[in-house]
């Protein structure tokens, strides 16, 4: 899934995916069409980049995932990329998700000042232009659940990375690419899979075996949450963006 950079040969860039492109316009005719006032701000509906599907608009919630440059390695390139051929989309995504639980690369996030500095950058606008549900930051992946509002998930993804990649490359003192382009998102259908996408956020780490107890986690939402698992925005708050204006 690397992006081509300067070091890499073309052939690395995206593939021809015939059969995604059917797929995107096939859910652009059924499901959904950004009108023209949602067009003039940036949302993009239904849209792919050569890898994946992806779905952009406002007022919903999205769990996404993105991943630092080097968790899909190019060396590994046969390993990973069949990964992204499976029909099944619940097997895919399973399949994906273990791979980057695997831990490949540099894992930049396992360090504590690198992980703190990308979560504050995540934290920032929550519940000025969006409303953060959940989020777990693993040692080479990001998950987290949001409330996109008036701002298209594309732009807030160019906003998180473009700014924890300037203050993780500081504290690393290196230069160059940290977050991989691509990035998973899946459209939160209803009240039901909103619970499973912040049990599955939060409960990463225990999967991984990294702790025992979501709340133990240092660079995670779970550890924030009451008796009553709120968030300190769900106590005092509306999650709307009228509450948030």
Same mark, same amino acid.
């Given at each position: 899934?690397?992006?081509?950079?300067?070091?890499?040969?073309?052939?690395?860039?995206?593939?021809?995916?015939?059969?995604?492109?059917?797929?995107?316009?096939?859910?652009?005719?059924?499901?959904?069409?950004?009108?023209?006032?949602?067009?003039?701000?940036?949302? @993009?509906?239904?849209?792919?980049?050569?890898?994946?599907?992806?779905?952009?608009?406002?007022?919903?919630?999205?769990? +996404?995932?993105? %991943? *630092? #440059?080097?968790?899909?390695?190019?060396?590994?390139?046969?390993?990973?990329?069949? %990964?992204?051929?499976? #029909?099944?989309e619940s097997l895919r995504k399973r399949k994906l998700e273990a791979w980057l639980d695997r831990g490949h690369g540099e894992c930049w996030l396992r360090r504590p000042d690198v992980a703190g500095q990308v979560e504050q950058v995540?934290?920032?606008?929550?519940?000025?232009?969006?409303? @953060?549900?959940?989020?777990?930051?693993?040692?080479?992946?990001?998950? *987290?659940?949001?409330?996109?509002?008036?701002?298209? *998930?594309?732009?807030?993804?160019?906003?998180?990375?473009?700014?924890?990649?300037?203050?993780?490359?500081?504290?690393?003192?290196?230069?160059?690419?940290?977050?991989?382009?691509?990035?998973?998102?899946?459209?939160?259908?209803?009240?039901?899979? %909103?619970?499973?996408?912040?049990?599955?956020?939060?409960?990463?780490?225990?999967?991984?075996?990294? +702790?025992?107890?979501?709340?133990?986690? *240092?660079?995670?939402?779970?550890?924030?949450?009451?008796?009553?698992?709120? %968030?300190?925005?769900?106590?005092?708050?509306?999650?709307?963006?009228?509450?948030?204006?």
């Amino acid at each position: 899934m690397p992006s081509p950079t300067p070091n890499e040969p073309a052939t690395n860039g995206p593939p021809h995916n015939p059969g995604l492109k059917k797929l995107i316009e096939a859910k652009r005719e059924w499901h959904h069409r950004p009108d023209a006032e949602a067009g003039e701000q940036g949302f @993009l509906g239904w849209h792919e980049r050569g890898y994946l599907p992806h779905f952009d608009a406002p007022n919903i919630t999205q769990f +996404v995932t993105f %991943l *630092l #440059r080097d968790a899909f390695p190019v060396v590994r390139r046969r390993e990973w990329e069949p %990964l992204l051929r499976e #029909r099944d989309e619940s097997l895919r995504k399973r399949k994906l998700e273990a791979w980057l639980d695997r831990g490949h690369g540099e894992c930049w996030l396992r360090r504590p000042d690198v992980a703190g500095q990308v979560e504050q950058v995540l934290r920032a606008e929550d519940g000025r232009t969006y409303r @953060l549900r959940a989020w777990t930051l693993m040692p080479n992946h990001v998950h *987290l659940v949001v409330d996109v509002w008036q701002t298209p *998930l594309s732009s807030l993804l160019r906003l998180w990375k473009g700014r924890s990649s300037r203050e993780a490359n500081k504290v690393l003192k290196r230069r160059g690419v940290f977050w991989e382009r691509e990035y998973f998102d899946t459209l939160i259908e209803d009240e039901t899979h %909103l619970r499973k996408a912040v049990r599955y956020t939060e409960n990463n780490p225990v999967k991984a075996a990294f +702790v025992c107890d979501p709340k133990q986690w *240092l660079w995670g939402s779970a550890r924030f949450r009451d008796e009553y698992e709120r %968030l300190p925005s769900e106590r005092t708050a509306d999650t709307s963006p009228s509450a948030a204006g």
